[in-house]
């Protein structure tokens, strides 16, 4: 079976200021990564993802998250916040092969961007 | 650019009633899904549909759930008798392949029974 954490369930920052999210995992296979992010009123969106290869992974909005396998962690980073950031952050893993590709959701993170 | 719909963005309905939730996924995707996200907690998966039948189901989709594709283009979850602790937000999602991060997801629905 696998977990997510997400260790914080809110995140207030000020515009411009750097974020991290923070998402932790646990799985006794290979796994694939997931960021998801969720504007008010939208569905759950894509952010970026981690499959292999470089464990640092890009989304085309400034964000970027690392792999570290000997952490089981998975954290998001942004450098600089906009107030179009404010939405709520989910992290999911699921396996890499074989088995169930459903993926494990952790319970979000709520990014709170202040002017 | 194509998105998954659902309606009704809000339900409210009594205990013990039936509920249909209803999503239409992106037109050319062939593996539809249903999560759930209770109140402060993590979405969880309900339950995965392909090529007319369920495809995988987690222990929350007993049977008081089921789902359909009634035509071409809905797909819906159905709770036969709601619980309290049905109440939750629910969403659809469609992919083209059966891997996550294919999916699409939709708004979701409120659902609150009282």
């Known amino acids: 079976a696998q977990s997510v954490t997400q260790l914080d369930s809110q995140v207030p920052v000020f515009e411009e200021a750097p974020v991290e999210l923070r998402c932790n995992y646990s799985?006794?296979?290979?796994?694939?990564l997931f960021w998801y992010v969720q504007y008010p009123n939208q569905g759950l969106q894509l952010l970026l993802k981690y499959l292999s290869g470089s464990t640092l992974v890009e989304s085309i909005n400034g964000f970027e998250a690392e792999f570290n396998k000997s952490q089981t962690s998975f954290h998001l980073r942004k450098p600089s916040v906009h107030i179009s950031d404010t939405a709520e952050y989910f992290c999911?893993?699921?396996?890499?092969?074989?088995?169930?590709?459903?993926?494990?959701f952790g319970r979000g993170t709520s990014l709170i961007v202040h002017p | 650019e194509p998105e998954v719909t659902q309606t009704p963005s809000h339900q409210v309905t009594q205990m013990g009633q039936e509920v249909i939730l209803r999503c239409v996924p992106i037109s050319n995707h062939l593996y539809f899904y249903w999560y759930r996200q209770i109140l402060g907690q993590k979405v969880e998966f309900l339950v995965s549909f392909y090529n007319n039948e369920i495809s995988e189901k987690s222990e929350i989709f007993d049977d008081q759930f089921s789902v359909e594709r009634p035509d071409g283009s809905n797909f819906t979850l159905k709770i036969r008798s709601t619980k309290l602790e049905d109440s939750a937000m629910y969403f659809c999602?469609?992919?083209?392949?059966?891997?996550?991060?294919?999916?699409?997801f939709g708004p979701g629905t409120r659902l609150t029974v009282l």
């Open positions: 799985s006794s296979v290979s796994v694939y």
């Open positions: 999602a469609s992919s083209r392949q059966v891997r996550i991060d294919t999916q699409y």
């Open positions: 999911a893993v699921s396996h890499a092969s074989g088995g169930s590709y459903i993926p494990t």
